[in-house]
């Protein structure tokens, strides 16, 4: 049902209540006729007290098509957009996938809107990290990663050298590269030896 046709059902079940109400108070209490009145009269309370389930429910059905309206939209506008600027030329490979992120940046507490080209998706453990023998980088999620993957991630490919690592193996190169970059949130985790 749309939400239009629940509302108008709504609007009839308050009339209805009402004959049933006065139909079950002129019968004599305990009768047949008085439970078959009355139970009439509690199935049409029941019903009423559903409707607001049943708008709930048809909001989010029709709001469903919209959703899926707007996405399909906003995936032709990217699509549109990606040939028009010639991403994959730009990044050298073919755009497979697109990561769009808001952020609040902590300093100014203004809204930062990022996109990511191609990115990686990389799995870590939801457990506790133990200590370690690996300096790892700490990500503002909670997840870790290693220098490399750090750097990599974060750096262009023409930075990155034969050990990309090197760039940031201590505590001072790990703050001059996120200085460098304009990173904020991640830690340098040094392992124990």
């Known amino acids: 049902m749309t939400i239009a046709e629940i509302e108008a059902r709504n609007t009839a079940l308050d009339g209805l209540i009402t004959e049933a109400q006065n139909a079950a108070k002129a019968l004599v209490v305990g009768s047949s006729d008085f439970d078959a009145a009355y139970k009439a009269y509690l199935d049409l309370k029941a019903e009423k007290a559903a409707i607001p389930a049943k708008v709930a429910a048809a909001k989010k059905s029709e709001n469903a ?24 030329d730009l990044i050298g490979e073919k755009l497979v996938k697109l990561s769009y992120n808001l952020t609040t940046d902590e300093k100014t507490a203004q809204t930062v809107a990022t996109v990511l080209f191609n990115p990686v ?16 980088i700490g990500n ?5 990663q290693s220098l490399t993957a750090f750097v990599k ?41």
């Open 65 to 88: 098509e919209k959703i899926k309206k707007a996405a399909t939209d906003i995936a032709g506008a990217i699509t549109q957009l990606i040939a028009a600027m010639k991403i994959d």
């Open 121 to 136: 998706t990389r799995l870590a453990s939801t457990g506790k990290r133990e200590s370690g023998k690996r300096t790892m």
């Open 140 to 144: 503002p999620d909670g997840t870790h």
């Open 153 to 193: 991630a974060h750096a262009p490919e023409a930075d990155w050298g034969k050990y990309p690592h090197t760039l940031v193996d201590t505590q001072p190169k790990f703050e001059a590269f996120c200085t460098k970059y304009g990173l904020s949130g991640f830690t340098y985790q040094k392992g124990s030896k």
